[in-house]
């Protein structure tokens, strides 16, 4: 099975644009979460997609945003661009969303740079 | 909520000697606790996973942990690390009954030869 794709790897935007991040999940799987990845603040939960409907949520102001298809792939919108936007911004996904110690399978990121 | 506390930011070792990674968390309810690591340039990969049962639990590449509910700890550990471990460690986190699950800041494990 192909894991996680996320397009593009490396991105470079300028203050003030909007960006768009795509992400694959593995065949089958329907959850999809992202995730911001810093240096100061680490692994942070952005939200989560389950049959293309926002399941979960996490701290982060609504210029971040994003969609699941009914394919399950994803997108996440970033509008308005902040210095501090810049990161890593990783995928992954999960057979389901329920519980049960669920895995995640995690796509390499795409690389964000906003100057 | 739960939360991750991961006690070390960096640890340096020597090649084929033994480690081991701190990591504590918190929470009011049942957890599952998760190893992963995360290679230069790449995602994370799950390294290993305590859900119920026997409470030390073991990767394929030689790494173990054991989770202590006493002490709310679920310490990663290598008899003997190679070059090839060097690598940055997050453990994880999540209640039983939900869906969120909480990161540590991550450890990264250098290993000199």
């Known amino acids: 099975k192909a894991g996680v794709t996320q397009t593009p790897r490396y991105l470079i935007k300028t203050r003030g644009q909007q960006v768009t991040l795509s992400c694959s999940p593995i065949?089958?799987?329907?959850?999809v979460s992202w995730y911001q990845q810093t240096p100061g603040q680490g692994l942070q939960f952005l939200f989560e997609y389950f049959s293309e409907t926002q399941r979960n949520k996490g701290n982060f102001p609504g210029r971040f945003s994003g969609r699941q298809f009914s394919n399950s792939r994803s997108e996440m919108n970033v509008s308005t661009l902040e210095l501090g936007d810049s990161a890593l911004y990783l995928c992954a996904s999960s057979p389901t969303l329920g519980t049960g110690g669920r895995e995640q399978y995690f796509g390499p990121g795409t690389r964000l740079t906003v100057t | 909520a739960q939360s991750v506390t991961q006690l070390d930011s960096q640890v340096p070792v020597f090649e084929e000697a033994p480690v081991e990674l701190r990591c504590n968390y918190s929470s009011s309810v049942s957890v599952y606790l998760f190893w992963y690591v995360q290679y230069p340039n790449q995602g994370l990969q799950l390294l290993l996973k305590y859900l119920s049962g026997s409470t030390l639990v073991k990767s394929i590449n030689g790494f173990e942990a054991e989770f202590n509910k006493s002490q709310t700890s679920f310490h990663l550990r290598k008899p003997s690390v190679h070059i090839s471990d060097t690598a940055e460690y997050f453990c994880?986190?999540?209640?039983?009954?939900?869906?969120?699950?909480?990161f540590g800041a991550g450890t990264r494990l250098t290993v000199k030869p």
């Open positions: 994880a986190v999540s209640a039983t009954d939900n869906n969120d699950m909480r």
């Open positions: 065949s089958g799987h329907r959850s």
